[in-house]
């Protein structure tokens, strides 16, 4: 019985914060519409503000874009019966990581690899691989590598990033 009421409140957690980023996110995209359709008024100093505040402000959406779908995640693994179950390994999120992080889908174990291997829900296998060449290289007397970065390709089109 415990563990259904301790579910039930971190559902209504879960669904309080959900409905507030919906609620936060329409409204910042209401206020990017108005000033876009204001127009620009102002001199080069106005303007590189405005800029800055637009960066600032669609980091803003992109972060709580995320959470929420963090959200939404964990609301369906609550639906199917797997909420509380570690997504990489299966073994169980501990109640106190849960409570601290209610959309968490893995545990502190697995969160800390995917952190120290750099991956955050994608494979980072060609960076690495690329990476390791830069590391593998033999130090010089000095103690110094020599390494001639045009022996390594890089990738700038967005389908790489």
Request: aromatic share 6%; charged share 30%.
């Amino acid at each position: 019985m415990a563990r259904k009421d301790a579910l039930l409140r971190l559902t209504s957690r879960l669904v309080a914060r959900r409905d507030a980023l919906r609620k936060a996110l329409s409204g910042d995209l209401d206020a990017f519409r108005k000033f876009s359709e204001a127009g620009g008024v102002g001199d080069n100093i106005d303007a590189a503000v405005d800029s800055a505040n637009d960066e600032i402000s669609s980091r803003l959406v992109e972060i709580e874009s995320r959470e929420l779908g963090q959200i939404e995640h964990a609301l369906q693994r609550i639906a199917a019966g797997v909420y509380g179950r570690c997504e990489f390994c299966g073994g169980k999120i501990s109640e106190p990581r849960l409570n601290a992080l209610p959309y968490t889908n893995s545990c502190i174990d697995c969160q800390r690899e995917n952190e120290r291997l750099g991956q955050h829900g994608r494979s980072l296998d060609t960076d690495t691989h690329r990476w390791a060449k830069v590391f593998s290289k033999p130090a010089d007397d000095e103690g110094d590598a020599q390494i001639n970065l045009s022996d390594f390709e890089m990738d700038f089109s967005d389908s790489a990033r």
